[in-house]
């Protein structure tokens, strides 16, 4: 019973994460995080 | 920390460098333009960071990966440079390199392609060119990384400033750059003489700047009237023309004293290829032979027998394990249910695929480290400039078979905005490799025997469809006279196995990750939505919430030959990740792996359906990051609306032709 | 004579790129083409496409119609 709360918990968990994180990525169409950012159009990384 | 910026002309070796003065890893080709954006990292010695910047010529910006680098001289502090140049170009790299040293910052030069100017003749006296110009000169081997360790050396916390370089223009321009110098803001944190000289040449970023500054009117004036003054008493027709012919003189006397020519008349492999790769008339067939063979390989000769090994081995043995795992560890119906029918075929069902990418993406890798882009473009300008782009464009196209997101970006080294437009609008309908799952698992189920040609036609489809649309926007809504087209052609050579490699894995490795994260997340939220219904869980898939939300759209798709539940939902989904398409259709069809599906499909789609499902999905919306990244790359939000919808009706309009066509054919 | 007028694998001198487009002109002195360099016209492609053309072993590529503004001298 354990088992399948925590391991439900677990995947849901994740599931929610992964996509609501894949959303805000995608929608500042690439990486957000850069040193250098003040003139940076795009965001860095030219290769996903 | 110092912030050491790396610049040099394009195509010179800027990002092997990087990647072994920095140990990380950045993509690499054989063409302009690689890098169209500052990339950062830290270096070995860890004194600091490293910024590769785009190629450029001149500080002067033509196109707008260019721009960035003018921008980054302007607006951003750093505290040196290493100036990259190719020897055996050494002329016009030098052009760019008084513009460095004008910047009063202390500048590192790495001597890249010695061998190559050696076997053209080319000898430098890297001593006497250091003496000469005041700066070291180091000779560097960008790919194998031999002489970096020399750059990390002379990277230390006291770099030299070495102002002593001036290089005088004339009395005429002197005299401006005083003027100019006089009326620059007292505390601009850029070089005066450097600004003044960019702002005579006409450099338009740094003109923007000052007079974002303040009023830039006086500046003009001074520009304008020493332009008249040059033309009247010079040979030059204005300002920059002069300033350029006084820096040629300059190199000219420089390469006298330090380089030897001697003449080498050997015909070079390059000139050999060259023969056939650019030959009159088997240019394009070559280049479409080229592309079949890739397909060839991806999916008749190499990529389906891997695929089906990985196949059987997650529908098998791994999917035992994990019913015995679960079982033991006493879990309820629901989560076996959530871990088979969800994770193991949504994400199963997409991993499946990855031998046919990672293939492809080998293929892509080794043509364009070998420098057969620059001529594919080259070949294919002529068929470009009909429709009202220029051959540059193919290049975004053929990355954009990668992934769009980086073929949209890499529209910036066209110099034209309304090409540069066109090109972001358009590139989003080259067929990714997202979007290879989806036919893999259609042609494998209805034309097991023609799989490459099928998906060669998809690919095919892309570019024409794309060709086509640009004759119609470019003669309606992006209408415009001026084009124009120069490419650099790079010599060929040998991709190294290790860079390919990398490049390979650097391109699918965001497949893999995605597939651990947002398909994983996109297939339980997918299953979860087929396990539910208004009437609670565990419900009949047909009145689950999916086959609602799928049904509100199946009407419409009817004409288009797949007007079920299925398809509709598998579709709406794919505009997070088009992978997911196939993702949902495992979990739809509650199978735990392709081969099955491959089966199942064949009861709901017709040969003649599932090519027109391909093709909508070829064509029918941008994902969610090239739909960001076009509104961020094209700088509006009508555009980005317009490449969503004229894509959307594209692609329903073509598979309606295309099955309806097919019915009356009587396919 | 015309760049486009030089037969295959011919060099000559460049004496004049003022008719050439401007921006065309720019990337062409970015490239290290001016008057006074030497250039090869190597290939020209069919149906009016584009030649290839070198200049101190570096080739690139130019439309034909923009070749057709620069003024040459052949060596002799």
Not at chain 2, 144 to 162: E, F, M, P, Y
């Amino acid at each position: 019973m354990i088992f399948n709360i925590v391991s439900g918990a677990l995947i849901f968990g994740y599931a929610g994460w992964a996509v609501f994180r894949h959303i805000k990525k995608s929608k500042q169409g690439k990486c957000a995080a850069c040193s250098l950012a003040k003139n940076c159009e795009t965001k860095c990384d030219s290769v996903s | 920390m110092l912030n050491i910026a790396l610049i040099g002309n394009p195509n010179t070796g800027k990002t092997s460098l990087f990647n072994n003065l920095t140990g990380t890893y950045q993509y690499v080709g054989n063409w302009s333009g690689v890098t169209v954006e500052k990339k950062v990292g830290i270096i070995k010695n860890k004194k600091g960071n490293l910024i590769d910047l785009p190629g450029v010529y001149s500080l002067s910006p033509l196109s707008k990966d260019e721009a960035v680098v003018s921008n980054f001289f302007v607006t951003e502090t750093f505290d040196g440079m290493i100036n990259i140049v190719d020897a055996s170009q050494i002329e016009r790299n030098l052009l760019l390199t008084l513009q460095l040293l004008e910047f009063e910052k202390p500048v590192i030069i790495g001597l890249n392609m010695t061998d190559v100017a050696k076997r053209r003749g080319i000898t430098i006296n890297e001593q006497l060119l250091s003496e000469k110009l005041g700066v070291p000169v180091v000779p560097v081997i960008a790919r194998s990384g031999k002489g970096t360790a020399t750059i990390n050396d002379l990277l230390t916390d006291d770099l030299k400033v070495d102002a002593s370089f001036t290089l005088k223009y004339g009395p005429i321009i002197e005299e401006s750059i005083n003027q100019i110098i006089h009326l620059l803001p007292a505390n601009l944190s850029i070089p005066k003489r450097w600004t003044a000289i960019q702002l005579l040449e006409g450099n338009a970023e740094v003109r923007k700047y000052i007079r974002s500054l303040g009023d830039g009117a006086g500046i003009d004036s001074i520009i304008q009237a020493t332009n008249e003054q040059i033309a009247d008493e010079t040979a030059a027709s204005n300002t920059s023309k002069w300033i350029y012919s006084v820096r040629k003189a300059f190199i000219e006397e420089l390469i006298q004293s330090s380089v030897v020519t001697e003449e080498s008349e050997n015909k070079s492999l390059t000139d050999k290829i060259d023969k056939i790769a650019t030959h009159p008339f088997l240019g394009i067939p070559i280049f479409l032979a080229t592309m079949f063979l890739m397909f060839k390989l991806t999916f008749d000769w190499l990529g389906i027998p891997l695929s089906d090994i990985l196949d059987g081995f997650i529908s098998g043995s791994l999917t035992t394990w994990l019913t015995n795992g679960l079982n033991t560890a006493g879990a309820s119906d629901f989560i076996k249910a959530v871990v088979l029918d969800g994770i193991v075929a949504g994400v199963g069902g997409v991993l499946v695929f990855v031998p046919q990418i990672f293939i492809l993406f080998l293929l892509i890798s080794f043509l364009e480290d070998s420098g057969y882009m620059a001529r594919a473009a080259l070949v294919m300008d002529r068929t470009m400039e009909m429709v009202g782009l220029n051959g540059k464009a193919f290049i975004p196209m053929i990355i954009g078979f990668g992934c769009n997101v980086p073929g949209v970006m890499a529209a910036r080294t066209i110099e034209t905005p309304r090409e540069r437009m066109l090109t972001i609008l358009l590139t989003p309908l080259m067929s990714c490799s997202a979007r290879l799952p989806v036919y893999a698992l259609f042609v494998g189920a209805f034309f097991a025997k023609y799989q490459a040609l099928v998906v060669f036609s998809l690919y095919v489809l892309g570019i024409v469809v794309a060709l086509t649309l640009a004759k119609i926007f470019s003669s309606t809504i992006l209408k415009g006279e001026f084009s124009m087209f120069i490419v650099e052609l790079p010599p060929y050579r040998m991709p190294q196995g290790k860079a390919l490699l990398r490049s390979t894995w650097d391109k699918g490795k965001g497949f893999i990750k995605k597939a651990g994260t947002f398909i994983f997340g996109g297939s339980v939220l997918i299953w979860l939505l087929s396990y539910s219904g208004p009437a609670g869980f565990d419900v009949p898939m047909d009145d689950s919430f999916l086959a609602m939300i799928g049904n509100v759209l199946a009407p419409i798709l009817a004409p288009l030959g797949f007007g079920t539940w299925q398809a509709g939902a598998s579709l709406i989904t794919g505009f997070l990740a088009k992978e997911v398409v196939v993702s949902a259709m495992n979990i739809i069809y509650h199978v735990p792996n392709a081969d099955s599906l491959q089966g199942l499909l064949s009861n709901e789609f017709s040969a003649l359906s599932a090519f027109s499902f391909m093709v909508f999905v070829l064509l029918y919306v941008p994902c969610l990051a090239t739909v960001a990244t076009i509104r961020k790359e094209a700088g509006s939000v009508k555009w980005t609306w317009f490449s969503v919808v004229y894509a959307l009706v594209i692609a329903y309009v073509l598979s309606l032709v295309i099955y309806q066509g097919g019915k009356l054919l009587g396919y | 004579m015309l760049l486009t007028q030089l037969n295959k694998g011919e060099r000559a001198t460049i004496i004049d790129l003022s008719l050439v487009n401007e921006s065309v002109r720019r990337r062409l002195l970015d490239l290290g083409i001016s008057e006074g360099s030497q250039v090869c016209l190597q290939c020209k492609l069919p149906f009016k496409g584009p030649c290839m053309v070198e200049n101190c072993g570096q080739s690139l590529g130019i439309r034909l119609q923009d070749a057709s503004y620069i003024k040459v001298e052949k060596k002799c």
